[in-house]
């Protein structure tokens, strides 16, 4: 597509559910990003991939998060369990390369409540 | 120490005015630079890139000191549609994850 496309663009959730976040990158770009960002806080790196591998999970906080990227396109982030502090907007981003002048398109967002 | 840092504002201008925003970062590998802006409740854009030598484009101006570690973005003649958050970004190109976003210094351009 045209742009990264996320969804759903907003859940609503119970604690202890568990939900999945998707994240349809544009075409041809080869590295995804997942980032969180709570009310009025920066952006908070969670995992990074290049193709279908994950060289970089240290962002995930703790083991109830996890995500998978096939074919090296669409990627879902899982959380299960949710808790309260799960709340936050769940961004994706994807570039072409890592090159340095690469900047990131991120997606509108996925924003998530736990109630 | 963070990786970037910035002042979070606010800044408020009235319309017409200029206005600087600095971002400092701390690890002196960092390879290239970005702003970005996010208006409420959207997702970061890439403003533009900053290059060693300083670029402009239209009433931005982004500027990069290497030896005092700081970015800055010049925004001339303010208009209310500039009101936003700006990210300021380092890529350190040394590991895996390498873009790292400073939180933000949020403008809102006054009538």
């Known amino acids: 597509g045209a742009g990264v496309s996320q969804s759903p663009s907003n859940k609503v959730t119970e604690k202890g559910k568990d939900v999945e976040l998707r994240c349809d990158p544009i075409?041809?770009?080869?590295?995804l990003y997942w980032y969180r960002q709570s009310l009025g806080q920066g952006l908070e790196f969670l995992i990074y991939f290049q193709g279908n591998s994950a060289p970089d999970k240290s962002g995930l906080p703790s083991d109830r998060f996890s995500a998978e990227r096939t074919g090296g396109s669409v990627s879902t982030l899982t959380i299960q369990r949710t808790q309260q502090e799960d709340s936050a907007v769940y961004l994706c981003a994807s570039s072409l390369g890592r090159q340095p002048n690469y900047g990131y398109t991120f997606g509108s967002g996925t924003r998530l409540t736990v109630v | 120490r963070k990786e970037v840092e910035q002042d979070p504002g606010p800044f408020n201008v009235p319309e017409g005015a200029t206005v600087a925003f600095n971002c400092t970062y701390s690890n002196s590998a960092s390879q290239s630079f970005f702003w970005y802006r996010q208006d409420c409740r959207k997702e970061p854009k890439l403003l533009m890139s900053?290059?060693?030598s300083g670029n402009e484009d239209g009433r931005f101006t982004a500027q990069l000191n290497r030896a005092s570690q700081y970015i800055s973005l010049l925004i001339r003649d303010s208009k209310l549609s500039d009101s936003a958050t700006y990210l300021c970004v380092v890529n350190l190109q040394t590991g895996a994850n390498n873009l790292f976003f400073g939180t933000g210094t949020r403008l809102t351009v006054i009538p």
């Open positions: 075409s041809g770009h080869t590295a």
């Open positions: 900053v290059y060693s």
